[in-house]
């Protein structure tokens, strides 16, 4: 019986410290053919190939194994006085492994033990998870990408054109860095997985986003996304559904405006989006459970109310009305609505914003007001060269008695 897993030795005899668990074979079995031998504990690994046995009968003191479920477990042995400490193992094998070993406790032997073999290297060649490519002629064009990667990062000399089908094959990968490229397209594969950081900085991107069907795993695992220096036009709408970003960096895009649900981020803390074409932030800003913990939009031609298109307080028509209901209703998440709705109203239940009063609303009806900085972010960042600190925050009225109500602010 053979496990694959990451081992550690540790003498207890001379109250060694625990090292670094490094890639090995614990495996149980004969050395001779002859059953009537005793079976032993045999752990090889990639700094010792050839390996230790340990007699097991009447030689281990205790099994630690509460963490099995999880691929850990430690084998306490009575002779020499040393601790096998078992880690990233698949739980199942493992399971099997111990039990292999009480039975042999209890009666002296198994009936699944074969004669240990030799430990081939393969077998214990430490597994590759991150790799950095510099150059082109480092780039596997014939071999592929190792599929225990979980670090990727190709450096702008390979100068890719397009983003490697294979690179949205590599189940286990939590970082992505193709920064410096000449990337135009985002493969929609590349949604599907499970990353944590993805840079995708000075490319050449003009759209972000996922495909139409399906839900997308990356949404639910990303932290860092930096799409900076690229060609967006517009906000990426997909952002406000990726509940556990924590940083966004959009800076030198074309991005028009700021989308309102990017509020209804909980762990956002750094927002950075200078050097675009922003004239507004969005008044749901202000909703937000606690502050930005750095807000930059600095170097955006904020120009405040004289710039903002204000309609007349008048009574909304009744399709305004009932969006609105809708939009509460959902609280601005349309994936159940899809069926329901025609197109055009789902893109106004999209681009809902926040009232003065806190509800959602699809009226035109808009007003500016000054804001400083200090209400949304801890680190205040001026937004041009004179060091001013007050951005105009542009505000959807919902109804005539919330225009008289708030008038105060405007």
């Not at 099995?68 to 006085?81: F, M, N, S, V, W």
């Not at 400490?85 to 199942?92: C, E, K, L, R, W």
């Not at 800003?285 to 600095?298: E, I, P, Q, W």
């Not at 007001?369 to 972010?377: D, E, G, P, V, Y």
């Amino acid at each position: 019986m053979k496990l694959s897993c990451n081992v550690t030795v540790l003498d207890l005899q001379y109250n060694s410290k625990k090292g670094k668990a490094v890639k090995g074979i614990v495996s149980v079995g004969y050395y001779s053919r002859d059953k009537s031998s005793d079976p032993f504990l045999h752990v090889a690994s990639s700094h010792d190939r050839v390996g230790a046995k340990y007699k097991i009968s009447k030689n281990i003191e205790t099994i630690f194994a509460k963490g099995c479920d999880q691929g850990r477990a430690t084998i306490r042995l009575k002779e020499p006085r040393k601790d096998v400490m078992i880690s990233g193992a698949n739980n199942v094998e493992l399971k099997q492994l111990l039990q292999c070993i009480s039975t042999i406790l209890k009666t002296g032997s198994a009936p699944e033990l074969t004669v240990l073999k030799a430990i081939h290297r393969n077998d214990v060649k430490p597994t590759k998870t991150k790799l950095i490519i510099r150059e082109r002629h480092e780039y596997p064009v014939t071999s592929s990408f190792p599929s225990t990667l979980q670090e990727l990062t190709i450096l702008p000399s390979c100068q890719l054109k397009r983003i490697d089908r294979r690179i949205s094959q590599l189940s286990n990968l939590k970082v992505l860095c193709l920064s410096g490229h000449k990337i135009v397209a985002i493969d929609p594969a590349l949604f599907s997985l499970k990353l944590s950081m993805l840079d995708l900085s000075s490319n050449m991107i003009t759209d972000f986003q996922p495909p139409v069907d399906g839900a997308p795993e990356l949404f639910d695992f990303i932290s860092k996304l930096d799409l900076s220096k690229n060609q967006l036009s517009s906000f990426p709408e997909c952002i406000h559904r990726m509940s556990n970003l924590s940083s966004i960096n959009l800076s030198f895009n074309q991005i028009p405006s700021i989308h309102p649900q990017v509020s209804c981020l909980p762990r956002l803390d750094e927002f950075k989006i200078t050097q675009n074409e922003i004239l507004f932030l969005p008044y749901s800003l202000m909703f937000r459970k606690r502050k930005f913990r750095v807000l930059d939009v600095s170097c955006n031609p904020l120009t405040g109310g004289s710039e903002c298109p204000v309609e007349s307080d008048t009574i909304p028509p009744l399709t305004t009305i009932s969006l609105d209901a809708i939009c509460n209703f959902v609280q601005g998440d349309v994936q159940g609505l899809a069926e329901l709705l025609p197109r055009h109203l789902l893109h106004e239940i999209k681009q809902a914003n926040r009232c003065c009063c806190g509800k959602l609303t699809t009226s035109k009806t808009q007003k500016v007001f000054k804001c400083s900085l200090q209400k949304l972010s801890e680190t205040v960042i001026s937004i041009d060269f004179a060091g001013t600190t007050y951005v105009p925050l542009k505000v959807c009225i919902c109804s005539s008695r919330c225009a008289s109500t708030y008038s105060n602010l405007f």
